[in-house]
């Protein structure tokens, strides 16, 4: 079965999102940013989600982790909660 593992920044706004990965394209801490600014308890340990499998997170943040490529920040990505960045830390298919 396919896992993979990853962490993830969660805000309120589509905007406030796409400041925080500009940020983050800018050189700055990905695991800083989230501690700094997640409105997800995750944010405390650097927005690491520790490893899932599908079906265990929503079908937006499912499709982005399943698919996408590893090691990037991906998003904004909107779901029921708000709007995420999310990077791939690992995945076996």
Same mark, same amino acid.
């Given at each position: 079965?396919?896992?993979?593992?990853?962490?993830?920044?969660l805000v309120e706004t589509?905007?406030?999102?796409?400041?925080?990965?500009?940020?983050?394209?800018? &050189? /700055?801490?990905?695991?800083?940013?989230?501690?700094?600014?997640? #409105?997800?308890?995750? =944010? @405390?340990?650097? *927005?690491?989600?520790?490893?899932?499998?599908? &079906? /265990?997170?929503?079908?937006?943040?499912?499709?982005?982790?399943? #698919?996408?490529?590893? =090691? @990037?920040?991906? *998003?904004?990505?909107?779901?029921?909660?708000?709007?995420?960045?999310?990077?791939?830390?690992?995945?076996?298919?």
């Open positions: 079965m396919a896992t993979a593992s990853a962490r993830h920044i589509e905007e406030a999102c796409q400041d925080l990965k500009d940020q983050i394209e800018k &050189g /700055q801490d990905f695991g800083a940013i989230a501690a700094e600014f997640s #409105s997800c308890p995750s =944010g @405390k340990s650097g *927005g690491a989600l520790g490893t899932f499998s599908p &079906g /265990q997170m929503v079908k937006e943040f499912d499709e982005v982790v399943f #698919s996408g490529e590893l =090691g @990037k920040v991906h *998003g904004p990505v909107k779901t029921q909660f708000g709007y995420h960045l999310i990077e791939i830390t690992q995945r076996v298919d």
